[in-house]
């Protein structure tokens, strides 16, 4: 049963526009949400994180939104950049619950288009 | 700087061969984690520490191995690789704070022939 779910594994964007990444998850126990950027033959590297209390959480051009009762959160990038083409997970932890884990998606691959 | 280095970056072996990849950090983390990637799968969790002699079983166990002797280190073993065991490892670890924010090592691409 997949807890973290990222429904598409690929995006296409033009450079300059906004990109939104989707996440989905099912555990009500998940009070923590981040994002992962992650580049060909590199380890995955932390982006941006929101708490369950929060809504918004913005740094940058980076900006997630987190919709509880829907248990929806969404990363959107402005303006895109060729940089931003990378494999982005969306992760969860349920620290409250006394979890040191982390509950990642399958990842979005996202594609800057000059 | 503190960091977290996974040897060998490249490993080729045979079916049935034991296989140990290393990890290590510097950040005197107290977790630290083995996953996997594979295309379709994303990240997947094979064992994890949560301190020195504390090893658990992630979500895909079966035919790994792991011992915490130290702070620094989190080796990985496979008692005897199958083919099906080729992919991407990454090691990371953790302070434990709320977000749980995980650092990741650079991975180790393993080839099982």
């Known amino acids: 049963d997949q807890q973290v779910k990222q429904n598409s594994p690929s995006l296409s964007v033009q450079e300059g526009r906004i990109s939104i990444l989707n996440c989905d998850y099912t555990?009500?126990?998940?009070?923590?949400f981040l994002w992962y950027k992650k580049y060909p033959a590199e380890g995955p590297t932390f982006l941006i994180s929101?708490?369950?209390?929060?809504d918004k959480n913005e740094d940058g051009r980076f900006t997630v939104f987190l919709n509880k009762s829907a248990k929806h959160l969404s990363l959107h990038i402005v303006p895109s950049q060729p940089g931003d083409s990378a494999v982005y997970f969306c992760a969860a932890s349920a620290h409250g619950a006394g979890s040191y884990q982390l509950t990642f998606g399958k990842g979005t691959k996202l594609s800057v288009i000059p | 700087d503190a960091e977290i280095t996974q040897s060998p970056r490249h490993k080729i072996t045979e079916t049935g061969r034991q296989v140990t990849l290393a990890c290590h950090q510097t950040w005197n983390h107290n977790n630290m984690f083995w996953y996997r990637q594979d295309l379709g799968h994303g990240l997947r969790l094979i064992h994890y520490s949560y301190g020195v002699h504390d090893t658990n079983k992630g979500e895909v166990s079966d035919g790994y191995s792991v011992s915490r002797s130290n702070t620094e280190d989190l080796p990985l073993t496979l008692e005897s690789a199958a083919s099906s065991q080729t992919s991407v490892y990454f090691c990371?670890?953790?302070?434990?704070?709320?977000?749980?924010?995980?650092?990741f090592g650079p991975g180790t691409r393993l080839t099982v022939l």
């Open positions: 990371a670890s953790s302070r434990g704070t709320a977000y749980n924010e995980q650092f």
């Open positions: 929101i708490s369950s209390i929060k």
């Open positions: 555990n009500s126990m998940f009070d923590y």
